[in-house]
């Protein structure tokens, strides 16, 4: 099931929300890329893309495209002051040796303990895995950004992944059109909900359980 604009950028607004200043993150393709387009009053944050740059800035505005600027899904991007440029080997070097603070990614299914499922469906054809693994396993905060049903309307959020996993125990926080879970060693917690949906709503929709925050914020 597809998701309207403003619930992916309402999605993409609370994970920037996760981003504080100084931090090197990267971001992944779909709804983690409406990120950059959410940031306030952050201006020393620095966004890495495996293909190749560190210093990432907002999408440009229609007309204003640079052909030879592009994130590691293709669309165009802005760079930052300060931004750099290397090949794609120092660009997953810098994943696998931890020096990502942040990554943010879109996901097929994520199991109450924190697996991910990213990077297949059986039978469907994709280009490659990319640096779904390491940026999973290496990033020092991993957050999933995704709707919360698939497009069978069923819950992406589950007690075991059923598709191949891209890696295991590795979820801090799940942001879906639905609310916030956090991963615990205690299970998932449901922090946030978003309007018009209720506890009640997400209880039956969610396939994995979770228990409720007593500090649950209300996110119009």
């Avoid at 495209?65 to 090949?87: H, M, Q, W």
Wanted: charged content about 20%; some cysteine.
């Amino acid at each position: 099931m597809g998701m309207a604009i403003e619930d992916r950028n309402r999605i993409a607004k609370r994970a920037a929300a996760e981003i504080e200043d100084g931090m090197v993150v990267n971001l992944g393709i779909g709804i983690p890329s409406l990120v950059l387009n959410h940031l306030q009053n952050k201006n020393n944050i620095m966004f890495h893309s495996e293909n190749g740059i560190i210093g990432m800035g907002p999408s440009p505005k229609k007309g204003e495209e640079d052909e030879n600027l592009c994130n590691a899904a293709g669309y165009p991007v802005t760079i930052r002051k300060g931004a750099s440029y290397f090949d794609s080997t120092i660009a997953f070097a810098i994943a696998r040796r931890e020096k990502l603070d942040v990554t943010i990614l879109g996901a097929l299914e994520v199991s109450e303990t924190g697996d991910i499922a990213n990077w297949i469906v059986p039978g469907n054809r994709v280009p490659g895995m990319g640096g779904a693994m390491e940026l999973a396993k290496k990033a020092k905060k991993v957050i999933v950004v995704m709707s919360h049903f698939d497009k069978y309307g069923n819950s992406k959020i589950v007690p075991s992944c059923s598709l191949p996993l891209t890696a295991s125990s590795c979820v801090d926080l799940i942001i879906t059109n639905v609310g916030v879970f956090h991963v615990t060693k205690n299970g998932l917690i449901l922090t946030d909900i978003f309007l018009p949906y209720t506890v009640n709503e997400a209880k039956k929709q969610t396939t994995a359980k979770f228990s409720v925050s007593p500090t649950l914020a209300i996110i119009e």
